[in-house]
C-alpha cells in the first residue's frame, strides 16, 4: 500500500469527526432572541432646582426593546421608548448598542452600552429638537416560563449639547429611568443551565 492511500485513508476517517465535532457546538447554542415592552417612570433629568413643574420621578411612560444574544455572555439591545411630562412636555428616545449578561438558573442579569437618537418636545408644543443620546445601565431578566421573560430595568441617559443648545431651558438633560416590562423569548438553548433560554 502506498503513502499516498493510506493518506487518504486517514483523511477519510477525520472527515466525519470534523463534521461531527461542528455540528454539536451549533446545536447547543443558536441565536437567542427577546421581543417585549415595558412601562418606565423617570426622573426627567431637568435640574429640579430651577423649575418645579418637572419634579423627581415625576414622567411616566413605556417602551418596547429587543435583544440579540448570539454567544454566552454578549449581546445586541435595542430599544425605543417615551417618557411624558406636564404640558407636553416629553422625552423620545431610539438607542441600540452591546450588552453583557450572564445566566444564573432563572435569572439573567445585565449591563447594557446603548447611544442613538433623542427628542425633546418643549411645553405646550411649541418646539422639538433632536440630540445624541448616550445611556448606560442594567437589570435583571427572569425566565417565567418557557417563552416568557420578566425584566427590571435601570438607565441613565446623558443628552449630549442639551445645555449648550437650549439656553432659554434650566440646565443638562440627564433623566434616570426605572422600568418593569416583559418579553416574548424565542432561540437556543443555553448550555450553562439547560432550560431552554
Not at 9 to 23: D, M, W
Amino acid at each position: 500500500m502506498s503513502w499516498t492511500n493510506i493518506i487518504a485513508a486517514l483523511a477519510l476517517c477525520a472527515v466525519p469527526t470534523v463534521v461531527v465535532s461542528q455540528a454539536i457546538p451549533t446545536a447547543t447554542r443558536r441565536l437567542d432572541m427577546q421581543v417585549g415592552g415595558y412601562f418606565s417612570l423617570a426622573n426627567p433629568g431637568i435640574a429640579s432646582e430651577q423649575t418645579i413643574r418637572y419634579g423627581h420621578w415625576s414622567f411616566k411612560g413605556g417602551g418596547g426593546y429587543a435583544t440579540f444574544d448570539p454567544s454566552s455572555h454578549l449581546g445586541l439591545e435595542l430599544s425605543a421608548s417615551q417618557i411624558f411630562g406636564t404640558e407636553g412636555v416629553h422625552e423620545r428616545t431610539y438607542l441600540i448598542g452591546p450588552r453583557i449578561y450572564t445566566t444564573m438558573g432563572r435569572f439573567t442579569p445585565y449591563a447594557k452600552f446603548l447611544i442613538g437618537r433623542g427628542v425633546f418636545n418643549f411645553p405646550n408644543n411649541m418646539a422639538n429638537n433632536a440630540f445624541t443620546v448616550g445611556s448606560f445601565g442594567g437589570g435583571l431578566d427572569y425566565r417565567f416560563g418557557t417563552s416568557v421573560y420578566l425584566r427590571a430595568d435601570y438607565e441613565f441617559a446623558t443628552w449630549y449639547g442639551f445645555a449648550s443648545k437650549v439656553t432659554a431651558f434650566p440646565g443638562s438633560l440627564d433623566p434616570n429611568t426605572i422600568s418593569i416590562g416583559a418579553a416574548y423569548h424565542f432561540g437556543g438553548a443555553d448550555p450553562d443551565c439547560g432550560c431552554g433560554r
